[in-house]
């Protein structure tokens, strides 16, 4: 690897850690800069779940004090979740690179058009509890194929969450994000545990990314406060129909 090679890793870590402290995202960036740099797309995959992680982490430890006050009733939709990630993290092993090659663009549209319409999937954060939802069997039905997404791709699985835990569970928009946050956390602890045994992991670029995309994140938080949301998504969508674009071509060719 060239020195340029590893500072454009660094640089999309970090323009990914930004991304998601201001809109969510940055596992296109990540992906993308594995990929377009010679990396296989199921390994490209693996690692920018490793990458993305202690986002997760620190996302849920952020909420620590309200998931303290709702974990027993959030341990189903957490089981789910284990079950639902190692089917989609077996699902994606099961593959080889071309397989998962000719399905990266149809993934990246769909995860591009659910960034996109994020902000009308996302719950109110006005969203005031009902008693009579929630603990419904229609609740870790819908976690489980959003785990089995987020253990096979990942991209745009916060939404999806969001989305419909919003449908399905009671509570206020805080209580809501700190459980997409938990439950996140846990679909990517599965993923990472079946990726590193899997052997798929390139743990240079992870390694060069991690740091880019910590500080990113520290950025982002500046960022956000002057930035206009709006004009943050643009670009990710951008990226996002880019790279689908770019792999539609390539799986023509």
Do not use: C
Not at 98 to 125: E, H, I, N
Not at 147 to 161: L, N, P, S, T
């Amino acid at each position: 690897m060239s020195l340029l090679e590893a500072v454009l890793l660094f640089l999309s870590g970090f323009f990914a850690g930004a991304i998601n402290a201001v809109a969510g995202g940055g596992t296109f960036l990540t992906f993308g800069a594995m990929t377009l740099g010679g990396i296989s797309p199921i390994s490209a995959n693996a690692t920018s779940s490793i990458v993305q992680f202690p986002g997760y982490v620190t996302s849920t430890l952020a909420y620590w004090s309200d998931i303290k006050r709702m974990w027993r009733g959030a341990l189903v939709l957490a089981l789910v979740s284990v079950l639902g990630s190692l089917g989609g993290a077996l699902i994606l092993l099961s593959l080889d690179n071309p397989q998962f090659q000719s399905l990266v663009p149809w993934l990246l549209v769909a995860a591009t058009a659910l960034f996109a319409a994020g902000p009308w999937l996302t719950p109110k954060r006005a969203h005031q509890e009902d008693a009579s939802r929630g603990r419904s069997l229609a609740s870790p039905f819908l976690q489980f194929f959003t785990a089995i997404y987020g253990g096979f791709f990942g991209a745009g699985m916060g939404i999806m969450m969001l989305a419909t835990l919003g449908l399905t569970e009671s509570g206020d928009y805080h209580r809501l994000n700190a459980l997409k946050n938990m439950l996140a956390t846990v679909i990517a602890i599965v993923a990472i545990a079946v990726f590193v045994s899997g052997g798929v992991v390139a743990w240079l670029h992870a390694a060069l990314m991690a740091p880019g995309v910590a500080l990113g994140g520290w950025s982002g938080v500046w960022a956000a406060r002057r930035l206009p949301q709006g004009v943050v998504r643009g670009v990710v969508i951008a990226v996002g129909l880019a790279l689908a674009a770019y792999y539609f071509h390539r799986n023509a060719g």
